[in-house]
């Protein structure tokens, strides 16, 4: 691994990509990334959680706009059996023993067939990734260690797959902590902060059916919720741009055949955003924050701009 002199630092402030989670959501991150690398927006780390960590890494091992293309291309194969594989066995021994109902087989393939890097450490920009103690609840940031079991750890929604046995811990995904890595670039040195987050499905008609995608809807709720906290609780000294998220927003993070719309949109988007100067602004955008589109005001507020559905304290 070449070591490069340190003198970025004095320079300019470390940039740190926050990727934080939401299954197939993450799809959003990939349209993001590709407009961040094509306006030369390079990170000097990246810090990943949940689904984030499993694009943190790949795009880690090869930061550039080459490196995001080849990271939508993978995300265009990537099928709800590839991710969340409920085999047989595993839906045998939920129904027999309530054992974990996702088997980690998939994720493993995705991870196997294309990180080119089997160690966090080998990645061209350092990569952190963040999972949650199962016993304490404690985020455990992995810098180094096989990149396989730590994103596999990232990515463990309780209840649908089994903890992860990392050392002498037992680590699960990292939404049940702090889902935003934000805290944790901060720790890590960043001063600069690009938060790529998937949003949540704020334009549900009907609540979703199913355990899995009950479960994972939550966990976008709780993980945006926790990502605004975080960055409004964050020293000022530290600024901060949040890529915008989709909005508004149906389907489940569960449901994988729309990935190539939400890459699409999502770098529309990003692309649109960074024209306007979206990275130099710090400021939390309306549609991270609790709110839900209901059936009858559907037109008035497509972007997130409608202000009754604010439960939120600004500091900005």
Not at 88 to 100: A, E, I, M, N, Y
Request: aromatic share 6%; charged share 20%; hydrophobic share 40%.
């Amino acid at each position: 691994m070449p070591s490069t002199p340190d003198t970025s630092t004095t320079q300019k402030p470390e940039t740190a990509f926050v990727l934080a989670g939401g299954g197939s959501f993450g799809a959003v991150q990939v349209g993001m990334l590709k407009a961040l690398a094509r306006a030369g927006v390079v990170p000097d780390l990246v810090v990943g959680s949940s689904v984030g960590a499993y694009n943190a890494a790949l795009f880690a091992s090869d930061p550039t706009v080459e490196g995001a293309e080849r990271l939508a291309r993978i995300w265009h194969g990537i099928r709800r059996q590839d991710a969340f594989p409920i085999t047989l066995s595993t839906l045998w021994r939920f129904v027999w023993r309530g054992d974990v109902l996702v088997s980690s087989t998939g994720l493993k393939r995705l991870i196997d067939a294309h990180l080119p890097c089997r160690r966090i450490e080998e990645t061209r920009v350092p990569l952190h990734i963040v999972a949650t103690d199962f016993f304490t609840g404690q985020p455990r940031v992995l810098s180094q260690g096989p990149a396989r079991e730590a994103i596999l750890a990232s990515s463990a929604i309780p209840a649908a797959f089994a903890p992860v046995r990392i050392g002498d811990r037992y680590l699960v995904d990292g939404a049940v902590t702090s889902n935003t890595p934000v805290r944790i670039a901060v720790k890590l040195g960043a001063r600069r902060l690009v938060v790529l987050p998937t949003g949540f499905a704020c334009d549900l008609k009907s609540p979703p059916r199913g355990a899995i995608p009950a479960a994972m809807h939550a966990l976008t709720l709780l993980i945006a919720r926790q990502l605004v906290f975080e960055l409004e609780s964050l020293d000022p000294s530290i600024s901060f741009a949040i890529v915008p998220t989709l909005c508004p927003l149906d389907g489940s993070p569960y449901d994988f055949s729309r990935t190539a719309e939400l890459m699409e949109s999502a770098q529309r988007l990003a692309e649109e955003w960074i024209d306007a100067g979206g990275l130099d602004s710090s400021r939390v955008p309306d549609q991270l924050r609790p709110h839900h589109h209901g059936e009858n005001h559907d037109h008035d507020h497509h972007h997130g701009h409608d202000h009754a559905h604010h439960h939120g304290h600004h500091h900005h």
